[in-house]
Every structure is written in C-alpha cells, then in structure tokens.
C-alpha cells in the first residue's frame, strides 16, 4: 500500500521559506502517478500547489510560480516543497498527494500545520 | 482558473436520509480526450481528504453505493441515498482538466 508523509518544521518565521518533505513507501516515485503538494487554509479552502511528476518535470499554480519550487531525491523516494518569502497568508496545513490524471488524487499524506509567526 | 461553485455551505441530515451536493464550473470540464475529470472527495474530522469518486460518477474502491455522481460539462451533483453516521465531514469537488487543479470550496455534513 502507498503510504505518503509529510515531515518539516511547524513555525516558520514571515519573509523566509517554508521547506517540507514528503516521505513515500510502498512505491517509487519513478513509477509514476503526479506527486503533489496541496493546501489547505483555515476555513476549508483548499489550494493544489503543484507536482512533480514520476519523469521528474514540474507543473505549479501560477499564483505560486514565483515563490514555489518543488523537487526530488529518487534515492530517498522523498519530494519536497519549497515555497520562498512566506507570509502570514501561507499558515496552513500542507498535504502531499499523489494523482493520476484519470482517477485524480488516490493516497494523501496525514497534512502537517505550518503557521506563519514571528 | 476554472471556478467551481460549491452548494451548500453546510447541510444537516438525519441518518437515513438523503443529501444532495452540487458542485458547478465555470467553464466545461470535458478534456481533449472526450473525459470529464471531476472527483469527489470527503474530508472526515482529523482525516486527511479521501477520495469517493473520479470521472464524475465512478466509486473508489470500497465506496458504498449509497454514494453516486453525476452529471457532464459545468454541472455536477454528488448524492448520498441514505446518510449514515460515518459520512460526516466536508465534501469537495475537484476538477483535474485545467491547470491549474481547483477545488469547491467544499460542504460540511452535519448528522441531525
């Protein structure tokens, strides 16, 4: 069974970078399936951040593309998020997810709360 | 981005009951390949999201029946037959034809 979970600090301070990792088991990476990253804000709002893919290409919301960056290490089967100059805006609970396109986002992570504070 | 218009906010339903939620686009969810890529999922308290159905109207594996979908094009509708206990939470819709992915802003589930 894939199992996905997300590990990074829980406080990250305004203007700096939020780093999160996605640890996977079960299956790798390189495999296939869409490995995303997805928000969701106080008050339900959900937000998909991006993904990279099994082949190692990106795709982000263009609402992030400047800040964003989300990256691989195929050895440790884990994905990372990256989102620069964070604000209180970006307090959240962050899931990575993996999709396939025709039957969309099967296995989530448990999410991880990043609150933005100084 | 494509705009999906989640009805209602919140619902309270009796067990057995049942409920109804629409989920509307704002623009047409069929892709090239003729597909519509439109999910539902459900978000129980202290659970991450989980997936009930993918291409409008097919179950996830272990989804009960009671659970269907429905719909084509920007006009969706997600039905509980009968209301269990267990099926409270937030349910969202979720398009995966565009980029980017967007989501409704979801309908909270309430047992009365």
């Known amino acids: 069974e894939i199992q996905l979970q997300e590990s990074g600090p829980g406080l990250v301070k305004p203007s700096q970078s939020l780093s999160l990792t996605c640890s996977v088991t079960?299956?790798?990476?390189?495999?296939?399936?869409?490995w995303s990253w997805i928000r969701k804000f106080p008050g339900n709002k959900m937000e998909w951040m991006g993904y990279i893919s099994y082949s190692g290409s990106t795709n982000y919301n263009p609402s992030l593309k400047s800040r964003i960056s989300i990256t691989r290490d195929t050895s440790k089967n884990q994905f990372f998020l990256q989102l620069n100059s964070v604000t209180t805006e970006d307090t959240a609970t962050y899931y990575c997810?993996?999709?396939?396109?025709?039957?969309?986002?099967?296995?989530w992570g448990q999410g991880t709360l990043v609150t933005v504070s100084s | 981005d494509v705009v999906m218009t989640q009805t209602p906010v919140s619902l309270s339903v009796a067990i057995g009951q049942p409920a109804s939620i629409s989920c509307k686009s704002s623009q047409s969810l069929v892709g090239t390949s003729g597909k519509t890529y439109l999910n539902w999922l459900l978000q129980r308290p202290g659970q991450s999201p989980k997936r009930l159905i993918y291409l409008v109207s097919k179950l996830d594996s272990g989804i009960p029946d009671r659970f269907s979908g429905s719909g084509s094009e920007t006009d969706f509708t997600l039905k509980i037959s009968r209301v269990e206990a267990d099926d409270l939470g937030v349910y969202y819709c979720?398009?995966?034809?565009?980029?980017?992915?967007?989501f409704g802003s979801g309908t909270k589930l309430e047992i009365k």
């Open positions: 997810a993996s999709r396939t396109r025709l039957q969309g986002f099967a296995y």
């Open positions: 079960g299956y790798t990476i390189t495999s296939g399936y869409d």
């Open positions: 979720l398009q995966g034809t565009h980029f980017p992915l967007t």
